[in-house]
Protein backbone atom coordinates (compact mmCIF):
# COMPACT_ATOMS: atom_id res chain seq x y z
CA UNK A 1 0.00 0.00 0.00
CA UNK A 2 2.92 2.21 0.64
CA UNK A 3 4.41 1.74 -2.50
CA UNK A 4 0.94 2.43 -4.06
CA UNK A 5 0.59 5.69 -2.28
CA UNK A 6 4.01 7.09 -3.28
CA UNK A 7 3.54 6.07 -6.77
CA UNK A 8 0.47 7.77 -6.84
CA UNK A 9 1.75 10.69 -5.13
CA UNK A 10 4.78 11.06 -7.33
CA UNK A 11 2.55 11.77 -10.46
CA UNK A 12 1.70 15.33 -9.14
CA UNK A 13 5.48 15.63 -8.30
CA UNK A 14 5.12 19.20 -10.20
CA UNK A 15 1.22 19.98 -9.07
CA UNK A 16 1.95 19.76 -5.54
CA UNK A 17 5.15 22.18 -4.88
CA UNK A 18 3.12 24.86 -7.06
CA UNK A 19 -0.37 24.26 -5.17
CA UNK A 20 1.47 24.32 -2.09
CA UNK A 21 3.25 27.87 -3.14
CA UNK A 22 0.24 29.37 -3.63
CA UNK A 23 -1.18 28.87 -0.80
CA UNK A 24 1.56 30.56 0.89
CA UNK A 25 0.87 33.29 -1.46
CA UNK A 26 -2.65 33.19 -0.63
CA UNK A 27 -1.73 33.35 3.38
CA UNK A 28 0.33 36.48 2.53
CA UNK A 29 -2.33 37.79 0.32
CA UNK A 30 -4.91 37.40 3.50
CA UNK A 31 -2.78 39.71 5.46
CA UNK A 32 -2.71 42.66 3.42
CA UNK A 33 -6.54 43.64 3.28
CA UNK A 34 -6.40 43.65 7.48
CA UNK A 35 -3.09 46.23 7.35
CA UNK A 36 -5.12 48.54 4.83
CA UNK A 37 -8.00 48.44 7.08
CA UNK A 38 -6.16 49.10 9.89
CA UNK A 39 -4.32 52.13 7.87
CA UNK A 40 -7.50 53.72 6.48
CA UNK A 41 -8.72 53.66 10.28
CA UNK A 42 -5.83 55.59 11.27
CA UNK A 43 -6.42 57.90 8.29
CA UNK A 44 -9.45 59.01 9.37
CA UNK A 45 -8.93 61.15 12.35
CA UNK A 46 -7.80 63.42 9.08
CA UNK A 47 -10.40 62.56 6.16
CA UNK A 48 -10.10 65.61 4.60
CA UNK A 49 -6.54 65.69 4.37
CA UNK A 50 -6.18 61.99 3.54
CA UNK A 51 -9.01 61.90 1.25
CA UNK A 52 -7.33 60.38 -1.76
CA UNK A 53 -4.95 58.55 0.00
CA UNK A 54 -8.32 56.51 1.53
CA UNK A 55 -9.42 56.39 -1.77
CA UNK A 56 -6.41 54.76 -3.22
CA UNK A 57 -5.87 52.26 -0.70
CA UNK A 58 -9.80 51.11 -1.23
CA UNK A 59 -8.69 50.67 -5.05
CA UNK A 60 -5.52 48.66 -3.29
CA UNK A 61 -7.84 46.65 -1.80
CA UNK A 62 -10.10 45.83 -4.68
CA UNK A 63 -7.54 44.45 -6.40
CA UNK A 64 -5.86 42.35 -3.31
CA UNK A 65 -9.44 40.34 -3.46
CA UNK A 66 -9.27 39.79 -7.07
CA UNK A 67 -5.72 38.52 -7.19
CA UNK A 68 -6.90 36.16 -4.13
CA UNK A 69 -9.76 35.05 -5.73
CA UNK A 70 -7.52 34.50 -9.12
CA UNK A 71 -4.88 32.50 -6.85
CA UNK A 72 -7.56 30.86 -4.72
CA UNK A 73 -9.01 29.37 -7.96
CA UNK A 74 -5.82 27.61 -9.29
CA UNK A 75 -4.75 25.95 -6.39
CA UNK A 76 -7.98 24.95 -5.26
CA UNK A 77 -8.38 23.28 -8.91
CA UNK A 78 -5.09 21.67 -8.25
CA UNK A 79 -6.25 20.61 -5.35
CA UNK A 80 -9.04 18.82 -6.29
CA UNK A 81 -7.29 17.10 -9.55
CA UNK A 82 -4.52 15.56 -6.96
CA UNK A 83 -6.66 14.58 -4.35
CA UNK A 84 -9.23 12.54 -7.04
CA UNK A 85 -6.47 11.48 -8.82
CA UNK A 86 -4.79 10.08 -5.90
CA UNK A 87 -8.16 8.29 -4.94
CA UNK A 88 -8.60 7.06 -8.64
CA UNK A 89 -5.07 5.68 -8.87
CA UNK A 90 -5.37 3.76 -5.06
CA UNK A 91 -9.16 2.22 -6.45
CA UNK A 92 -7.53 1.19 -9.61
CA UNK A 93 -4.56 -0.65 -8.36
CA UNK A 94 -6.93 -2.07 -5.64
CA UNK A 95 -9.18 -3.39 -8.45
CA UNK A 96 -6.13 -4.62 -9.97
CA UNK A 97 -4.85 -6.47 -6.96
CA UNK A 98 -8.32 -7.97 -6.14
CA UNK A 99 -8.06 -9.65 -9.62
CA UNK A 100 -4.68 -11.11 -9.49
CA UNK A 101 -5.36 -12.70 -5.73
CA UNK A 102 -5.45 -15.75 -4.89
CA UNK A 103 -9.12 -17.79 -4.91
CA UNK A 104 -8.45 -19.00 -1.23
CA UNK A 105 -7.28 -15.05 -0.40
CA UNK A 106 -10.62 -13.64 -2.14
CA UNK A 107 -12.60 -15.89 -0.59
CA UNK A 108 -11.96 -15.15 3.10
CA UNK A 109 -13.15 -11.33 2.37
CA UNK A 110 -16.97 -10.89 1.96
CA UNK A 111 -18.62 -8.60 -0.33
CA UNK A 112 -19.58 -6.26 2.22
CA UNK A 113 -16.03 -5.63 3.47
CA UNK A 114 -14.65 -5.24 0.03
CA UNK A 115 -17.33 -2.78 -0.92
CA UNK A 116 -16.12 -0.86 2.41
CA UNK A 117 -12.77 -0.89 0.64
CA UNK A 118 -13.35 0.45 -2.27
CA UNK A 119 -15.98 3.33 -0.94
CA UNK A 120 -15.27 4.38 2.67
CA UNK A 121 -11.46 3.49 2.77
CA UNK A 122 -10.16 4.91 -0.47
CA UNK A 123 -12.59 7.73 0.57
CA UNK A 124 -11.03 8.44 3.97
CA UNK A 125 -7.34 7.99 2.05
CA UNK A 126 -8.81 10.77 -0.47
CA UNK A 127 -9.78 13.07 2.26
CA UNK A 128 -6.71 13.09 4.15
CA UNK A 129 -4.16 13.74 1.43
CA UNK A 130 -6.65 16.82 0.92
CA UNK A 131 -6.51 17.53 4.00
CA UNK A 132 -3.07 17.16 4.27
CA UNK A 133 -1.69 19.05 1.44
CA UNK A 134 -4.33 21.81 1.58
CA UNK A 135 -5.16 22.23 5.24
CA UNK A 136 -1.79 21.56 6.64
CA UNK A 137 -0.18 23.78 4.72
CA UNK A 138 -2.43 26.58 5.31
CA UNK A 139 -2.14 26.07 8.33
CA UNK A 140 1.55 26.04 8.84
CA UNK A 141 1.72 29.32 6.31
CA UNK A 142 -0.74 31.27 8.84
CA UNK A 143 1.36 30.65 12.01
CA UNK A 144 4.42 31.70 10.12
CA UNK A 145 2.82 34.61 8.22
CA UNK A 146 0.19 35.83 10.53
CA UNK A 147 2.42 35.62 13.80
CA UNK A 148 5.27 37.19 11.99
CA UNK A 149 3.46 40.08 10.66
CA UNK A 150 1.58 40.87 14.27
CA UNK A 151 4.72 40.53 16.43
CA UNK A 152 6.44 42.85 13.53
CA UNK A 153 3.95 44.91 12.63
CA UNK A 154 2.12 45.73 15.73
CA UNK A 155 3.35 44.04 19.23
CA UNK A 156 5.22 41.02 20.18
CA UNK A 157 3.66 40.91 23.31
CA UNK A 158 0.37 41.18 22.56
CA UNK A 159 1.34 38.24 19.89
CA UNK A 160 3.02 35.92 22.37
CA UNK A 161 0.03 36.69 25.08
CA UNK A 162 -2.61 35.67 22.13
CA UNK A 163 -0.58 32.77 21.49
CA UNK A 164 -1.03 30.80 24.65
CA UNK A 165 -4.54 30.00 24.22
CA UNK A 166 -3.59 28.20 20.93
CA UNK A 167 -0.71 26.56 22.73
CA UNK A 168 -3.39 25.09 25.65
CA UNK A 169 -5.59 24.36 22.54
CA UNK A 170 -3.06 22.02 21.04
CA UNK A 171 -2.25 20.09 24.47
CA UNK A 172 -6.13 19.32 24.69
CA UNK A 173 -5.87 18.13 21.13
CA UNK A 174 -2.91 15.72 22.11
CA UNK A 175 -5.29 14.11 24.99
CA UNK A 176 -8.72 14.23 22.92
CA UNK A 177 -6.97 12.34 19.45
CA UNK A 178 -6.78 8.91 20.97
CA UNK A 179 -10.21 8.51 21.74
CA UNK A 180 -11.02 9.66 18.21
CA UNK A 181 -9.15 7.18 16.64
CA UNK A 182 -10.59 4.25 19.08
CA UNK A 183 -14.34 5.03 18.27
CA UNK A 184 -13.78 5.61 14.54
CA UNK A 185 -12.13 1.99 14.27
CA UNK A 186 -15.29 0.73 15.96
CA UNK A 187 -17.57 2.93 13.75
CA UNK A 188 -15.53 1.22 10.81
CA UNK A 189 -16.17 -1.80 11.88
CA UNK A 190 -19.67 -1.60 12.53
CA UNK A 191 -20.61 0.02 8.79
CA UNK A 192 -18.60 -3.66 7.47
CA UNK A 193 -20.80 -5.63 9.19
CA UNK A 194 -23.97 -3.97 8.45
CA UNK A 195 -22.76 -3.74 4.63
CA UNK A 196 -22.16 -6.98 4.46
CA UNK A 197 -25.54 -7.86 5.92
CA UNK A 198 -26.94 -5.38 3.24
CA UNK A 199 -25.24 -7.01 0.51
CA UNK A 200 -26.48 -11.09 1.96
CA UNK A 201 -29.95 -9.13 2.09
CA UNK A 202 -30.21 -8.56 -1.35
CA UNK A 203 -28.55 -11.26 -2.68
CA UNK A 204 -31.03 -13.28 -0.72
CA UNK A 205 -34.04 -11.96 -1.63
CA UNK A 206 -35.91 -14.30 -3.38
CA UNK A 207 -35.92 -16.77 -0.55
CA UNK A 208 -36.06 -14.15 2.01
CA UNK A 209 -39.72 -13.67 0.17
CA UNK A 210 -40.57 -16.97 -0.66
CA UNK A 211 -39.86 -17.78 3.35
CA UNK A 212 -41.31 -14.38 4.28
CA UNK A 213 -38.72 -13.59 6.61
CA UNK A 214 -38.89 -9.96 5.74
CA UNK A 215 -40.24 -8.86 9.23
CA UNK A 216 -37.30 -10.78 11.00
CA UNK A 217 -34.22 -8.86 8.60
CA UNK A 218 -35.85 -5.81 9.05
CA UNK A 219 -35.48 -5.87 13.13
CA UNK A 220 -31.86 -7.37 12.28
CA UNK A 221 -30.81 -4.39 10.23
CA UNK A 222 -32.87 -2.16 12.53
CA UNK A 223 -30.62 -2.93 15.15
CA UNK A 224 -27.07 -2.97 13.19
CA UNK A 225 -27.92 0.25 11.66
CA UNK A 226 -28.82 1.40 15.67
CA UNK A 227 -25.29 0.25 16.38
CA UNK A 228 -23.53 2.01 13.39
CA UNK A 229 -25.46 5.15 14.84
CA UNK A 230 -24.64 5.06 18.02
CA UNK A 231 -21.02 4.65 17.07
CA UNK A 232 -20.87 7.38 14.61
CA UNK A 233 -22.42 9.94 17.32
CA UNK A 234 -19.21 8.42 19.57
CA UNK A 235 -17.47 9.44 16.83
CA UNK A 236 -19.16 12.67 16.31
CA UNK A 237 -19.17 13.50 19.99
CA UNK A 238 -15.26 13.71 20.89
CA UNK A 239 -15.35 15.11 17.24
CA UNK A 240 -17.56 18.15 18.95
CA UNK A 241 -15.47 18.14 21.88
CA UNK A 242 -12.09 18.87 19.83
CA UNK A 243 -14.42 22.03 18.30
CA UNK A 244 -15.39 23.14 21.27
CA UNK A 245 -12.15 23.55 23.01
CA UNK A 246 -10.73 24.96 20.14
CA UNK A 247 -13.56 27.63 20.12
CA UNK A 248 -13.04 28.25 23.45
CA UNK A 249 -9.33 28.71 23.19
CA UNK A 250 -10.27 30.98 19.89
CA UNK A 251 -13.06 33.36 22.20
CA UNK A 252 -10.16 33.74 24.13
CA UNK A 253 -7.48 35.12 22.20
CA UNK A 254 -10.18 37.69 21.24
CA UNK A 255 -10.73 38.56 24.89
CA UNK A 256 -7.04 39.00 25.55
CA UNK A 257 -6.29 40.84 22.27
CA UNK A 258 -9.34 43.54 22.84
CA UNK A 259 -8.17 44.18 26.83
CA UNK A 260 -4.31 44.09 26.47
CA UNK A 261 -4.59 45.83 23.32
CA UNK A 262 -6.77 48.47 24.55
CA UNK A 263 -4.06 48.94 27.02
CA UNK A 264 -1.19 49.25 24.67
CA UNK A 265 -3.67 51.79 22.80
CA UNK A 266 -4.09 54.00 25.92
CA UNK A 267 -0.14 53.58 26.84
CA UNK A 268 0.31 54.50 22.94
CA UNK A 269 2.33 52.08 22.02
CA UNK A 270 0.38 50.92 19.00
CA UNK A 271 -2.56 52.86 17.75
CA UNK A 272 -6.11 52.21 17.21
CA UNK A 273 -5.78 50.70 13.70
CA UNK A 274 -2.92 48.80 14.25
CA UNK A 275 -5.42 47.35 17.58
CA UNK A 276 -7.71 46.69 14.00
CA UNK A 277 -5.36 44.84 12.18
CA UNK A 278 -4.13 43.18 14.77
CA UNK A 279 -8.02 41.33 15.61
CA UNK A 280 -7.72 41.29 11.70
CA UNK A 281 -4.47 38.89 11.96
CA UNK A 282 -6.72 36.83 14.75
CA UNK A 283 -9.48 36.29 12.25
CA UNK A 284 -6.68 34.58 9.77
CA UNK A 285 -6.48 31.58 12.77
CA UNK A 286 -10.13 30.87 12.67
CA UNK A 287 -10.28 28.45 9.99
CA UNK A 288 -6.51 26.91 10.53
CA UNK A 289 -7.63 26.39 14.32
CA UNK A 290 -10.62 24.52 13.66
CA UNK A 291 -8.80 22.72 10.88
CA UNK A 292 -6.65 21.12 13.54
CA UNK A 293 -8.74 18.68 14.92
CA UNK A 294 -10.04 17.41 11.59
CA UNK A 295 -6.78 17.16 10.41
CA UNK A 296 -5.34 14.76 13.31
CA UNK A 297 -8.58 13.39 13.50
CA UNK A 298 -9.06 12.60 9.51
CA UNK A 299 -5.08 11.06 10.13
CA UNK A 300 -6.03 8.19 12.63
CA UNK A 301 -8.89 7.81 10.24
CA UNK A 302 -7.21 7.15 7.38
CA UNK A 303 -4.49 5.55 9.32
CA UNK A 304 -7.43 3.08 10.25
CA UNK A 305 -8.23 2.95 6.67
CA UNK A 306 -4.32 2.44 5.03
CA UNK A 307 -3.87 -0.38 7.48
CA UNK A 308 -7.01 -1.85 6.15
CA UNK A 309 -6.22 -1.79 2.57
CA UNK A 310 -2.21 -2.77 3.30
CA UNK A 311 -3.86 -6.22 4.53
CA UNK A 312 -5.58 -6.67 1.00
CA UNK A 313 -2.07 -5.21 -0.58
CA UNK A 314 -0.34 -7.96 1.10
CA UNK A 315 -1.94 -10.92 0.71
CA UNK A 316 -0.67 -13.07 -1.82
CA UNK A 317 -0.91 -12.87 -6.02
CA UNK A 318 -1.42 -15.00 -8.30
CA UNK A 319 2.41 -15.07 -9.52
CA UNK A 320 2.84 -13.98 -13.44
CA UNK A 321 5.71 -14.59 -15.46
CA UNK A 322 4.02 -14.38 -19.01
CA UNK A 323 5.85 -12.52 -21.57
CA UNK A 324 4.20 -10.59 -24.10
CA UNK A 325 5.31 -12.90 -26.94
CA UNK A 326 4.00 -16.04 -25.22
CA UNK A 327 0.82 -15.20 -24.51
CA UNK A 328 -0.55 -16.35 -28.03
CA UNK A 329 1.47 -19.84 -27.14
CA UNK A 330 -0.69 -22.78 -27.79
CA UNK A 331 -0.90 -26.10 -25.96
CA UNK A 332 -2.11 -29.61 -26.92
CA UNK A 333 -4.52 -30.01 -24.00
CA UNK A 334 -2.58 -33.72 -22.87
CA UNK A 335 -3.30 -34.01 -19.68
CA UNK A 336 -2.06 -35.91 -16.75
CA UNK A 337 -2.49 -36.00 -13.50
CA UNK A 338 -0.31 -38.38 -10.73
CA UNK A 339 -1.22 -39.28 -7.33
CA UNK A 340 -3.14 -35.81 -6.30
CA UNK A 341 -4.19 -35.36 -3.15
CA UNK A 342 -5.83 -31.85 -1.83
CA UNK A 343 -7.37 -30.47 1.40
CA UNK A 344 -8.59 -26.56 1.11
CA UNK A 345 -6.25 -24.27 3.51
CA UNK A 346 -7.47 -24.57 7.55
CA UNK A 347 -9.48 -27.91 6.67
CA UNK A 348 -7.49 -31.24 7.41
CA UNK A 349 -9.89 -33.31 5.79
CA UNK A 350 -8.81 -34.31 2.15
CA UNK A 351 -11.24 -32.57 -0.66
CA UNK A 352 -9.42 -35.11 -3.35
CA UNK A 353 -6.77 -38.05 -2.94
CA UNK A 354 -4.66 -40.31 -4.70
CA UNK A 355 -6.19 -38.93 -7.46
CA UNK A 356 -4.72 -40.43 -11.21
CA UNK A 357 -6.22 -39.31 -14.53
CA UNK A 358 -4.40 -39.21 -17.80
CA UNK A 359 -6.68 -37.56 -21.06
CA UNK A 360 -5.32 -36.98 -24.18
CA UNK A 361 -6.08 -34.33 -27.10
CA UNK A 362 -9.30 -35.52 -29.25
CA UNK A 363 -10.78 -37.08 -25.97
CA UNK A 364 -13.73 -36.46 -23.90
CA UNK A 365 -13.33 -37.34 -19.97
CA UNK A 366 -17.16 -37.78 -18.50
CA UNK A 367 -16.43 -37.07 -14.22
CA UNK A 368 -19.47 -37.93 -12.13
CA UNK A 369 -20.36 -37.99 -8.71
CA UNK A 370 -22.47 -36.82 -5.85
CA UNK A 371 -22.46 -33.30 -4.73
CA UNK A 372 -19.00 -32.42 -2.48
CA UNK A 373 -17.38 -35.09 -4.08
CA UNK A 374 -14.60 -33.14 -5.40
CA UNK A 375 -15.47 -32.47 -9.01
CA UNK A 376 -15.13 -28.91 -9.43
CA UNK A 377 -11.97 -28.58 -6.95
CA UNK A 378 -10.48 -30.86 -9.17
CA UNK A 379 -11.08 -28.17 -12.26
CA UNK A 380 -10.05 -25.58 -10.07
CA UNK A 381 -6.69 -27.35 -9.79
CA UNK A 382 -6.31 -27.90 -13.11
CA UNK A 383 -6.83 -23.81 -13.70
CA UNK A 384 -4.30 -23.27 -10.76
CA UNK A 385 -6.65 -21.32 -8.79
CA UNK A 386 -5.07 -23.37 -5.90
CA UNK A 387 -1.51 -23.86 -5.54
CA UNK A 388 -0.56 -27.46 -5.74
CA UNK A 389 2.96 -29.48 -5.11
CA UNK A 390 4.88 -29.33 -8.18
CA UNK A 391 4.83 -33.08 -10.61
CA UNK A 392 0.86 -33.77 -9.90
CA UNK A 393 -0.44 -32.24 -13.00
CA UNK A 394 1.25 -32.25 -15.98
CA UNK A 395 0.14 -30.84 -19.30
CA UNK A 396 1.78 -32.05 -22.65
CA UNK A 397 4.49 -32.97 -20.56
CA UNK A 398 4.81 -29.96 -18.58
CA UNK A 399 4.60 -29.35 -14.80
CA UNK A 400 1.28 -27.13 -14.55
CA UNK A 401 3.04 -24.98 -12.06
CA UNK A 402 6.01 -23.98 -14.82
CA UNK A 403 3.28 -23.13 -17.34
CA UNK A 404 2.72 -18.98 -17.04
CA UNK A 405 -0.51 -18.79 -16.13
CA UNK A 406 -1.60 -16.60 -18.74
CA UNK A 407 -0.55 -19.54 -20.94
CA UNK A 408 -2.57 -21.63 -19.53
CA UNK A 409 -5.78 -20.12 -18.83
CA UNK A 410 -5.52 -18.87 -21.92
CA UNK A 411 -5.98 -22.90 -23.48
CA UNK A 412 -8.77 -23.36 -21.10
CA UNK A 413 -12.18 -22.00 -21.77
CA UNK A 414 -13.23 -23.53 -17.96
CA UNK A 415 -17.67 -23.10 -18.25
CA UNK A 416 -18.65 -22.98 -14.40
CA UNK A 417 -21.46 -24.02 -13.09
CA UNK A 418 -22.77 -20.66 -11.96
CA UNK A 419 -22.76 -19.25 -15.22
CA UNK A 420 -22.13 -16.11 -14.19
CA UNK A 421 -23.50 -13.50 -16.63
CA UNK A 422 -22.38 -9.39 -16.03
CA UNK A 423 -25.11 -6.82 -16.20
CA UNK A 424 -23.79 -5.94 -19.87
CA UNK A 425 -25.04 -6.52 -23.47
CA UNK A 426 -25.47 -10.67 -24.69
CA UNK A 427 -22.76 -9.81 -27.15
CA UNK A 428 -20.44 -8.56 -23.96
CA UNK A 429 -21.08 -11.76 -21.73
CA UNK A 430 -20.71 -13.95 -25.17
CA UNK A 431 -17.28 -12.55 -26.10
CA UNK A 432 -16.45 -11.45 -22.61
CA UNK A 433 -14.99 -7.62 -23.50
CA UNK A 434 -12.59 -9.19 -26.00
CA UNK A 435 -12.81 -6.96 -29.28
CA UNK A 436 -10.97 -9.26 -31.51
CA UNK A 437 -14.11 -11.39 -32.42
CA UNK A 438 -16.46 -11.15 -35.36
CA UNK A 439 -20.14 -10.32 -35.34
CA UNK A 440 -20.74 -13.71 -37.60
CA UNK A 441 -18.48 -15.56 -35.28
CA UNK A 442 -20.37 -14.93 -32.37
CA UNK A 443 -23.75 -15.93 -33.70
CA UNK A 444 -22.40 -18.70 -35.04
CA UNK A 445 -21.27 -19.76 -31.14
CA UNK A 446 -25.20 -18.96 -30.34
CA UNK A 447 -26.74 -21.24 -33.09
CA UNK A 448 -23.99 -23.92 -31.79
CA UNK A 449 -25.47 -22.91 -28.45
CA UNK A 450 -28.84 -23.66 -29.11
CA UNK A 451 -29.21 -20.15 -28.00
CA UNK A 452 -29.55 -18.03 -30.92
CA UNK A 453 -33.74 -18.04 -31.58
CA UNK A 454 -34.05 -17.35 -27.61
CA UNK A 455 -31.47 -14.22 -28.58
CA UNK A 456 -33.55 -13.21 -31.99
CA UNK A 457 -36.69 -12.99 -29.98
CA UNK A 458 -34.78 -10.43 -27.85
CA UNK A 459 -35.87 -6.53 -28.13
CA UNK A 460 -32.07 -6.14 -29.45
CA UNK A 461 -30.56 -9.45 -30.51
CA UNK A 462 -26.68 -9.29 -28.99
CA UNK A 463 -27.67 -5.96 -28.26
CA UNK A 464 -29.89 -6.52 -25.50
CA UNK A 465 -28.58 -5.55 -21.54
CA UNK A 466 -29.77 -8.38 -19.37
CA UNK A 467 -30.19 -8.02 -15.66
CA UNK A 468 -27.75 -8.05 -13.09
CA UNK A 469 -26.51 -11.72 -12.78
CA UNK A 470 -28.42 -12.55 -16.09
CA UNK A 471 -31.76 -12.43 -13.79
CA UNK A 472 -33.65 -11.05 -17.13
CA UNK A 473 -32.67 -15.26 -18.39
CA UNK A 474 -34.58 -18.04 -17.97
CA UNK A 475 -32.22 -20.76 -16.06
CA UNK A 476 -31.61 -22.48 -19.69
CA UNK A 477 -30.81 -19.57 -21.64
CA UNK A 478 -28.05 -18.20 -19.09
CA UNK A 479 -26.34 -21.59 -19.28
CA UNK A 480 -26.61 -21.61 -23.25
CA UNK A 481 -24.99 -18.25 -23.15
CA UNK A 482 -22.23 -19.30 -20.82
CA UNK A 483 -21.51 -22.26 -23.14
CA UNK A 484 -21.55 -20.50 -26.12
CA UNK A 485 -18.42 -19.20 -25.05
CA UNK A 486 -16.62 -22.60 -25.51
CA UNK A 487 -17.95 -22.54 -29.43
CA UNK A 488 -16.42 -18.93 -29.68
CA UNK A 489 -12.86 -19.26 -27.84
CA UNK A 490 -10.37 -20.67 -29.66
CA UNK A 491 -9.63 -23.06 -26.64
CA UNK A 492 -7.52 -26.64 -26.69
CA UNK A 493 -8.78 -27.72 -23.21
CA UNK A 494 -13.05 -27.53 -22.99
CA UNK A 495 -14.29 -27.97 -19.55
CA UNK A 496 -18.09 -27.90 -19.22
CA UNK A 497 -18.91 -27.66 -15.18
CA UNK A 498 -22.42 -29.18 -14.24
CA UNK A 499 -23.43 -26.76 -17.37
CA UNK A 500 -26.60 -28.43 -18.81
CA UNK A 501 -28.25 -29.19 -15.39
CA UNK A 502 -31.01 -26.18 -16.46
CA UNK A 503 -31.66 -27.76 -19.83
CA UNK A 504 -34.25 -30.33 -20.74
CA UNK A 505 -32.64 -33.63 -22.38
CA UNK A 506 -33.78 -32.79 -25.71
CA UNK A 507 -31.68 -30.01 -25.76
CA UNK A 508 -28.99 -31.40 -23.46
CA UNK A 509 -28.30 -34.09 -25.89
CA UNK A 510 -28.02 -31.92 -29.19
CA UNK A 511 -25.43 -29.37 -27.14
CA UNK A 512 -23.63 -32.60 -26.30
CA UNK A 513 -23.69 -33.59 -29.87
CA UNK A 514 -22.36 -29.99 -30.57
CA UNK A 515 -19.84 -30.56 -28.38
CA UNK A 516 -18.46 -33.52 -29.43
CA UNK A 517 -18.10 -32.27 -32.86
CA UNK A 518 -16.45 -28.65 -31.40
CA UNK A 519 -13.87 -31.09 -29.25
CA UNK A 520 -12.58 -33.38 -32.38
CA UNK A 521 -8.86 -32.08 -32.08
CA UNK A 522 -9.19 -30.35 -28.55
CA UNK A 523 -9.43 -31.93 -24.86
CA UNK A 524 -12.70 -32.12 -23.05
CA UNK A 525 -13.94 -32.50 -19.81
CA UNK A 526 -17.59 -32.79 -19.09
CA UNK A 527 -18.70 -32.98 -14.96
CA UNK A 528 -22.54 -33.89 -14.58
CA UNK A 529 -24.76 -35.83 -12.41
CA UNK A 530 -26.61 -36.78 -14.93
CA UNK A 531 -25.56 -40.31 -16.69
CA UNK A 532 -26.71 -38.75 -20.75
CA UNK A 533 -24.51 -35.92 -20.38
CA UNK A 534 -21.39 -38.11 -20.12
CA UNK A 535 -22.20 -41.75 -21.35
CA UNK A 536 -20.51 -40.85 -24.83
CA UNK A 537 -16.90 -39.77 -23.12
CA UNK A 538 -13.77 -41.72 -23.80
CA UNK A 539 -13.70 -42.50 -20.08
CA UNK A 540 -16.21 -41.67 -17.53
CA UNK A 541 -14.60 -41.19 -13.56
CA UNK A 542 -16.99 -41.69 -10.69
CA UNK A 543 -15.67 -39.56 -7.59
CA UNK A 544 -16.63 -40.49 -4.48
CA UNK A 545 -15.40 -38.36 -1.28
CA UNK A 546 -12.65 -37.32 -3.11
CA UNK A 547 -11.67 -40.62 -4.50
CA UNK A 548 -11.66 -42.54 -7.98
CA UNK A 549 -14.31 -45.41 -7.22
CA UNK A 550 -14.85 -46.54 -10.66
CA UNK A 551 -13.74 -46.01 -14.23
CA UNK A 552 -14.38 -46.92 -17.93
CA UNK A 553 -16.63 -46.43 -20.39
CA UNK A 554 -20.70 -46.49 -20.32
CA UNK A 555 -21.46 -50.05 -21.00
CA UNK A 556 -18.08 -51.43 -18.82
CA UNK A 557 -19.81 -48.95 -15.60
CA UNK A 558 -22.95 -50.27 -16.12
CA UNK A 559 -21.97 -53.82 -16.19
CA UNK A 560 -20.03 -53.04 -12.93
CA UNK A 561 -23.40 -52.72 -10.81
CA UNK A 562 -21.91 -49.65 -8.35
CA UNK A 563 -22.46 -46.24 -8.18
CA UNK A 564 -22.66 -45.36 -11.54
CA UNK A 565 -25.03 -47.83 -12.37
CA UNK A 566 -27.35 -46.53 -9.92
CA UNK A 567 -27.49 -43.19 -10.89
CA UNK A 568 -28.18 -44.60 -14.06
CA UNK A 569 -31.04 -46.58 -12.92
CA UNK A 570 -32.22 -43.56 -10.73
CA UNK A 571 -32.08 -41.05 -13.94
CA UNK A 572 -34.11 -44.18 -16.09
CA UNK A 573 -37.22 -44.83 -13.67
CA UNK A 574 -37.13 -40.92 -13.32
CA UNK A 575 -37.78 -40.21 -17.24
CA UNK A 576 -39.87 -43.31 -17.19
CA UNK A 577 -41.88 -41.74 -14.70
CA UNK A 578 -42.33 -38.20 -16.37
CA UNK A 579 -43.15 -39.64 -19.74
CA UNK A 580 -45.66 -41.99 -18.41
CA UNK A 581 -46.77 -38.87 -16.13
Same mark, same amino acid.
Given at each position: ?? !?????????????????????????????????????????????????????????? +?????????????????? #???????????????????????????????????? =????????????????????????????? $?????? =????????????? =???????? $???? !??????? $???? !??????????????????????????????????????????????????????????????????????????? *?????????????? +?????????????????????????????????????????????????????? &?????????????????????????????????????????????????? =??????????????????????? @?????????????????????????????????? &?? #?????????????????????????????????????????????????????????????????? @????????????? #?????????????????????????? +??? *????????? &?? +?????????????????? #???????
Amino acid at each position: MK !KVLIDSLKKYKWQIPIQIILMGLNIYILTIPAAIIGNIIDLFYDIEANKQIIVNNTYY +LLVICIVYLLNRLIWKYL #ETYISRGVERDIKSKLFQRFLKLKLQNIQSIKNGEI =MSYFVKDTNEIRSTVYRIISHGARTFFTF $IIAIYR =MASGVNIYLTFAV =MIPIIIAS $ILLV !KIKKYVE $ISFK !KAQDKFTEMSEYIQESTDSVRTTKAYSCEGSQLKDFIRKNKLVRQSNNTVDVYSNLLSTCIQICFGMCYAISLLF *GAKLVLDGKITVGE +LVTFNGYIGLFVNPVNWIPQIISRFKRAQIAYERLDKVFKLDVEKSNTKNNLKK &EKLEGNIEITDLSFHYPGVLDKALENINIDVRKGKTLGIIGTIGSGKTTL =MNLITRLYSIPNGKIKIDGRDIN @DIPIEVLRNNICYITQDNFLFSTTLKDNICLFKE &EY #EEDDIKESTKKAIVYEDIQHMPEGLKTVIGERGGDLSGGQRQRVAISRAFLKNSTILIFDDTFSAL @DNRTSEKLIENIR #ELSEEKTCIIISNKVSDVKHSNEIIV +LDN *GKIIERGIH &EE +LINQKGIYHDFYEQQSTK #EETGILA
